[in-house]
């Protein structure tokens, strides 16, 4: 069964730190790039972080950048976010999603579109208030 599962959201501190996961089944996790996209009540859903098949590239557009970490481990067939400083801003639900590398390529440059994605987790929510 094909899937990919997030975990690690929950209400945090601002300032506070969070560590998304998203472990995947049913692909092949090294055909495709991963992102991680949020979505606050009444917003559109934002790409946040990009990572390349290799695991070697990142890409970040300015939601994320600075703050945010987004890694993978091929064995553990999992990706992961690294969320430090969060604010209050913050606050959505986050997804990961996988996009095929044999239509799209196996990079990540430039904002995320989320129309190239194939395959979403189901969210996980992260809240940051005091």
């Known amino acids: 069964q094909l899937q990919l599962v997030e975990s690690g959201g929950g209400l945090v501190q601002p300032g506070g730190s969070l560590r998304l996961s998203c472990e995947a089944s049913g692909f092949l996790f090294n055909h495709y790039a991963i992102g991680w996209f949020r979505q606050a009540p009444g917003k559109e859903r934002e790409g946040v972080a990009c990572i390349d098949t290799s695991g070697l590239s990142t890409n970040y557009p300015d939601s994320g950048e600075g703050r945010f970490t987004i890694s993978r481990d091929s064995a553990e067939k999992t990706a992961y976010l690294q969320m430090n400083s969060l604010k209050p801003e913050d606050t959505a639900v986050y997804y990961c999603?996988?996009?095929?590398?044999?239509?799209?390529?196996?990079?990540?440059?430039?904002?995320?579109?989320?129309?190239?994605?194939?395959?979403w987790g189901q969210g996980t929510q992260v809240t940051v208030s005091s």
């Open positions: 999603a996988a996009r095929p590398r044999d239509t799209y390529g196996t990079s990540c440059y430039g904002p995320l579109d989320l129309h190239e994605y194939e395959y």
